[in-house]
């Protein structure tokens, strides 16, 4: 943040995620002074906690899959191992090389950014109250609440970031985990679960619904099934899941008129909402 900055815009954005930069650099390019206000990091979830680094890690899990596959091909190799921590660390360059290019985009094109949390007042006016406490005010001709939207969690899984995750959680872990139950079989879940799948975890998705991916051409989740199928993934459909038992090592699912269901992690995959 620049030393000193106006307290006057023409636009001010609460939230430097897609929305927000995206707004901010719009309204840069078109000549206005914009400012935007953000708790975290620019980019948002994202580019932090979401498609970035989603994508990267697919693209591991691709890879390793290949190998492990490539005696089809006539390639003779060990079976490959995963170093873990490597595969992290080359998520987080990936993540922060981006993260800087946008911060140096928005900067050229001369878009304030304040650290810390917005809170609109009255009049267009934005209280931005930063980590130490501290305040500022600044006033936009126009505001924008661009502020995102968090993880969904659901009764009976207190998320502590080890053995129940949302996917915030899940880009910060430090080991595979080796049984995972995904609760939620949308996109998201579908992505987690296809990664670690193939990075080695035994996979099972629970999903409410009478299918996974509710909404998808059934000929696409069709596709998609016997893919996983094809690499042991499990999908239990139509059932309700009501609470866990964390034990000495990882947790147990409790599944209503199923049997339990002990695994490492359970990863919370039930939509998002807004901030």
């Known amino acids: 943040m620049e030393q000193n900055p106006p307290t006057q815009y023409d636009v001010v954005v609460i939230g430097g995620g897609p929305g927000g930069y ?10 206005l002074k914009i400012a935007i206000v953000e708790k975290d990091k620019v ?9 970035i680094p989603a994508k990267d890690l697919l693209e591991t899990a691709h890879v ?4 492990a596959e490539a005696d089809r091909f006539g390639v003779l190799s060990s079976p490959p191992t995963l170093a873990f921590g ?3 660390d080359r998520k987080n360059q990936v993540v922060d090389t981006l993260f800087k290019g946008l911060s140096g985009l928005l900067k050229s094109r001369k878009v304030t950014v304040f650290a810390g949390t917005g809170t609109l007042q009255a009049d267009r006016r934005v209280v ?62 579908c992505e987690f679960a296809s990664m670690l799948s193939d990075l080695g975890s035994e996979v099972t998705i629970l ?15 069709q596709t998609v ?3 996983f199928k094809r690499r042991n993934l499990n999908v239990v459909t139509g059932v ?12 147990t699912v409790h599944i209503d008129g199923a049997d339990d269901l002990p695994v490492d992690a359970v990863i919370v995959s039930v939509g998002r909402r807004p901030l």
């Not at 390793?64 to 190998?67: I, K, N, Q, S, Y």
């Not at 999903?207 to 989740?221: R, S, T, Y």
């Open 86 to 88: 490597t595969t992290m």
């Open 128 to 189: 931005v109250t930063g980590g130490d406490g501290e305040t500022a005010e600044v006033t936009g001709d126009a505001v924008i609440l661009a502020s995102g939207s968090v993880p969904r969690t659901i009764p009976g899984f207190e998320v502590n970031g080890t053995t129940v995750l949302t996917s915030d959680e899940v880009f910060e872990l430090t080991s595979l985990p080796g049984r995972v139950a995904v609760i939620g079989g949308g996109a998201i879940g």
């Open 43 to 51: 980019g948002g979830t994202c580019l932090h906690r979401g498609c």
């Open 22 to 31: 995206a707004a901010a650099l719009y309204g840069a390019s078109a000549g």
């Open 225 to 227: 099934l016997r893919s």
């Open 240 to 251: 309700k899941v009501t609470g866990n038992t964390p034990g000495f090592t990882g947790t």
């Open 64 to 67: 390793f899959r290949t190998v």
């Open 207 to 221: 999903e409410a619904m009478p299918q996974i991916l509710p909404g998808v051409d059934k000929d696409v989740v």
